[in-house]
């Protein structure tokens, strides 16, 4: 039987190189890191949750759909 993957598991490479190099420089970014590595499903995220990785990971609001905020989406999530 396999192991559940993360959140963090399942992040774009992108996204997770962004996040890692900014979890180096600040607390709350290594916090939401390992919050990331505890969490199995989307929906257990907050929405400040999702906000403070957008920040981390370099993602601007512009950028992602309402769809990738609700469901993890392509901008987020390895599907």
């Given at each position: 039987m396999s192991k559940m993957k993360?959140?963090?598991d399942?992040?774009?490479?992108?996204v997770k190189s962004e996040l890692q190099a900014?979890?180096?420089k600040y607390s709350s970014a290594k916090?939401?890191?390992?919050r990331l590595?505890?969490?199995t499903l989307w929906h257990e995220?907050?929405?400040?949750?999702?906000?403070?990785?957008?920040?981390?990971?370099g993602l601007h609001t512009h950028e992602v759909t309402s769809?990738?905020?609700m469901y993890g989406g392509s901008k987020f999530l390895i599907k």
């Amino acid at each position: 039987m396999s192991k559940m993957k993360s959140i963090y598991d399942l992040l774009q490479p992108g996204v997770k190189s962004e996040l890692q190099a900014s979890a180096r420089k600040y607390s709350s970014a290594k916090r939401l890191k390992y919050r990331l590595m505890s969490e199995t499903l989307w929906h257990e995220l907050s929405l400040s949750d999702i906000s403070s990785l957008m920040s981390y990971s370099g993602l601007h609001t512009h950028e992602v759909t309402s769809h990738d905020v609700m469901y993890g989406g392509s901008k987020f999530l390895i599907k």
